[in-house]
């Protein structure tokens, strides 16, 4: 297989993207469904749930609410786990590369579920509990991609399978939604009367009690703005979202503007941007791969990284920007100073809070450095762009008093 087969390969069958389903009745739904079409959403499918792709605002006034103010997501259909064993942090850093043994009580991990080639079957946040008494100490949170849970979970009972006292509890009586942009912090705190939301740090979790219901509060999310995911038991949905949506500064936002929101942030769409043949190495993301599991190197695919690390890759996930206002969308083929082609677009759209399109993509070894010009077959067409850094906007993370 050659190098420019092997990249267009990669970018393969995308099951987190939205796609036609024949029969709507066959889809899932969340417990905010009926919220949804009250709004007025356009419904679509999307990882097997009837999904909002966008409120009667639009997608790209969605988009710059969230950067403005704040959003209201539905991320209910991404699958929430509860991994109990003694030992559990460990047994996560036999699949994963992250430092999860190093997790303080009251935070949370950004990693990956590895495969033997250096692939990453998914990418998932890992939690431990605020509380660690007896019960709660060898319990972690995990949250894994919509399209992929069931197969996450069936990868983790696998590696797990000759451990004894090992339960992974799907917790689908619980919904989450994400709370994004500059005012969810107030928004949040004024509402559960919690002002120690306020100074939450990144990647840091909380159980708030509001009206008489435990709220599990992460400080996090997926759009590089400041702000929050909350879990809470299915029935106690709606009731939080309607308080939320009383509130002047939050929007609705659905899964368009999701979607340009995280490519902004040059944050990574699992199956799209990175999948079973891209390692941490090929994406850029060995920043969440810490010292320690670099040296250990005891999970799944390690001996690959490291001979990544040492040797080199054959192509890296690098930004876009095109030239013009026609953006170059997953699949759109790069080419070289000649006409070689040297990569493909990954995820790629217009970005409304930078005003331009943006897009991120995979270039063959030599093509990475930024400035180097490229060309994007767009419409048949070739069109001008070149190679910059990620992330598109300035992330608004809440990292503490400064």
Known sequence: MSEQH?????????????????????????????????????MA????????????????????????????????????VRLVASGADHLMEQITPGDIVGLAPGRLRYTFLMKENGGIYDDLMVTRPEVTDSASSDTLYL???????????????????????????????????ALQGPE??????????????KTMPFMSVQD???????????????????????????NRAESLARSLLAHEAVEPIGLGARDSLRLEA??????????????????????????RRREEGNYLGAEIIHQQLEKGVRWHRVGIVPEGRAPARSGVVIIGSG???????????????????????????????????????VRDKARAGHIVDMPFIEPNYYRGKK
């Open 208 to 234: 708030v009690v509001w009206q008489g219901v435990s709220y599990r509060v992460s400080r996090c999310g997926y759009t590089g703005e400041d702000g929050f995911e909350i879990s809470v038991v299915s």
């Open 184 to 197: 969810a912090v107030d928004v949040l705190a004024t509402l559960m009367g919690a002002p120690s939301l």
């Open 6 to 42: 092997a990249i267009y390969k990669r970018i393969g069958p995308q099951p987190t993207e939205i796609q036609p389903v024949v029969d709507v009745a066959d889809l899932k739904r969340t417990p905010l469904h009926g919220l949804h079409c009250a709004l007025g959403a356009s």
């Open 45 to 80: 499918p999307f990882a097997g749930y009837d999904m909002p792709v966008h409120y009667p605002m639009g997608v790209m006034e969605e988009h710059i609410h969230t950067r403005r103010r704040a959003g209201l997501f539905d991320i209910s259909h991404m699958g929430q």
């Open 266 to 291: 040059g944050l990574c769409l699992s199956g799209q941007d990175i999948d079973e043949n891209t390692s941490p190495v090929e994406a850029g993301l060995m920043r969440f791969v810490p010292k």
């Open 143 to 177: 949250v894994l991609n919509a399209a992929f849970q069931e197969k996450d979970v069936v990868i983790m009972e696998h590696a797990f399978s000759d451990v004894e006292g090992v339960a992974l509890i799907k917790e689908d009586d619980r919904a989450l939604l």
């Open 339 to 377: 006409e070689e082609d040297i990569g493909v677009v990954s995820s790629g759209g217009f970005g409304p809070s930078v005003g331009r399109p943006v897009a991120m993509g995979y270039v063959l070894d030599g093509w990475q450095k930024v400035g180097t010009a490229v060309r994007l077959i």
